[in-house]
C-alpha cells in the first residue's frame, strides 16, 4: 500500500504561481512513475505531468512550459511548480502513483485512470 497526501492548493490570481507537494509513504519504491492529473467540475480526467524513477518527464500540452515536475527522493515527495497560471487550470490535482512506465505512458495512464495509487487532492482555482 502507497499512501500519497497532497497539499499546496489555494486560490490565486491568473499569472500567479502555486507550488503542490505530494507525500508519499507506504510501500514505496523508486523506479515507479508518479505524476499529477487534474479533475475540474464536468470535465474529463486530465494527465499533466508525469516523471520516471531516471528523472525523465513528460507533460501535457496544455501546461507544457508552465508547469515543472520533481521529486525529492530522499523525502519522498514529488512537487509540481505552476506559473503562469489561467482560469482554465482550475480543478482538483491529485497526485498519483501510476506504474513502471515511461513518462508519456502514464500521461495517457492518468487521463484513463490507469493509476494504482492516488491521493485525496487539492483544490486549485485560478481567478481572472
Known amino acids: 500500500q502507497v499512501q500519497l497526501v497532497e497539499s499546496g492548493g489555494g486560490s490565486v490570481q491568473a499569472g500567479g504561481s502555486l507550488r503542490l507537494s505530494c507525500a508519499a509513504s507506504g510501500h514505496t519504491y523508486s523506479g515507479v512513475c508518479m505524476g499529477w492529473f487534474r479533475q475540474a467540475t464536468g470535465n474529463e480526467r486530465e494527465g499533466v505531468a508525469a516523471?520516471?524513477?531516471?528523472?525523465?518527464?513528460s507533460y501535457a500540452d496544455s501546461v507544457k512550459g508552465r508547469f515543472t515536475i520533481s521529486q525529492d527522493n530522499a523525502k519522498n515527495t514529488l512537487y509540481l511548480q505552476m506559473n503562469s497560471l489561467k482560469p482554465e487550470d482550475t480543478a482538483m490535482y491529485y497526485c498519483?502513483?501510476?506504474?513502471?512506465?515511461?513518462?508519456?505512458?502514464?500521461?495517457?495512464?492518468?487521463?484513463?485512470?490507469?493509476?494504482?495509487?492516488w491521493g485525496q487532492g487539492t483544490q486549485v482555482t485560478v481567478s481572472s
Open positions: 516523471i520516471n524513477g531516471d528523472g525523465t518527464t
Open positions: 498519483a502513483a501510476v506504474g513502471t512506465m515511461t513518462a508519456i505512458g502514464a500521461l495517457t495512464a492518468m487521463t484513463h485512470g490507469n493509476m494504482a495509487y
